[in-house]
């Protein structure tokens, strides 16, 4: 059980816009930023997101990032093919003292 | 470029160790912290702690606290990851990721480069 609640699944048809949610408490995303990476399988994350908004170089603007209070939310707008991974949002925790990540939601492009 | 090169594949039996090591080029080794986080089958990423590579300051995840060591050797940039008293639930892909400098505050960087993954089965 994560300390960051994800959807498990999402999905979209091509050039569509899909959103992720995040959910956490007044101990990670209340106060601090959020990063968002996306996961393909068999290779290492890549962050596409950070300080909640804000986008990498080279991470095409079609991905974006906000927050409101305890939640924050990724958008994938003109969805392709090739953005079928896992998606993670990840937060300080104040009272874990650490790192935590949602458990993952998994984008499907129909 | 930043490149972070893990060591291979490993194969261990339940109580056992494993130490996975991480080796870092392209960057000041001792300005960033470096991270260990983990990938167990069809789960999510986990993250189990960071090391300063300046300091050897540590800071572990509540979970693996008493049963993880990070270590760092200056000499050849390069920092470990060890787990000890293995269980099958241990079967993961251990990445390390480099994370912000270590002069900032913790939560503003992202971990912008990750290893290659070091697969490691814990089976009998």
């Known amino acids: 059980q994560s300390v960051l609640t994800q959807p498990p699944s999402a999905s979209g048809t091509p050039g569509q816009r899909v959103t992720i949610s995040c959910s956490g408490s007044s101990s990670n995303i209340g106060i601090k930023t959020v990063n968002w990476y996306q996961h393909l399988p068999g290779t290492a994350p890549k962050v596409l997101i950070y300080g909640d908004n804000q986008r990498p170089s080279g991470v095409p603007d079609r991905f974006s990032g906000s927050k409101s209070g305890t939640s924050a939310s990724l958008a994938i707008s003109g969805l392709q093919s090739e953005d079928e991974a896992d998606y993670y949002c990840a937060t300080w925790d104040d009272s874990l003292n650490g790192w935590v990540f949602g458990g993952g939601t998994k984008l499907t492009v129909l | 470029q930043v490149q972070l090169v893990q060591s291979g594949t490993e194969m261990k039996k339940p109580g056992a160790s494993v130490k996975v090591s991480c080796k870092a080029s392209?960057?000041?080794?001792?300005?960033?912290?470096m991270h260990w986080v983990r990938q167990a089958p069809g789960q999510g990423l986990e993250w189990m702690g960071r090391i300063n590579p300046n300091s050897d300051d540590t800071n572990y995840a509540q979970t693996f606290q008493g049963r993880v060591t990070m270590t760092r050797d200056t000499s050849i940039n390069t920092v470990y990851m060890e787990l000890s008293r293995l269980r099958s639930d241990d079967t993961a892909v251990y990445y390390c990721?480099?994370?912000?400098?270590?002069?900032?505050?913790?939560?503003?960087?992202?971990?912008?480069?990750w290893g290659q993954g070091t697969l490691v089965t814990v089976s009998s």
């Open positions: 392209g960057y000041d080794f001792t300005v960033y912290h």
């Open positions: 990721a480099k994370g912000g400098p270590i002069r900032f505050l913790e939560w503003l960087s992202p971990f912008d480069y």
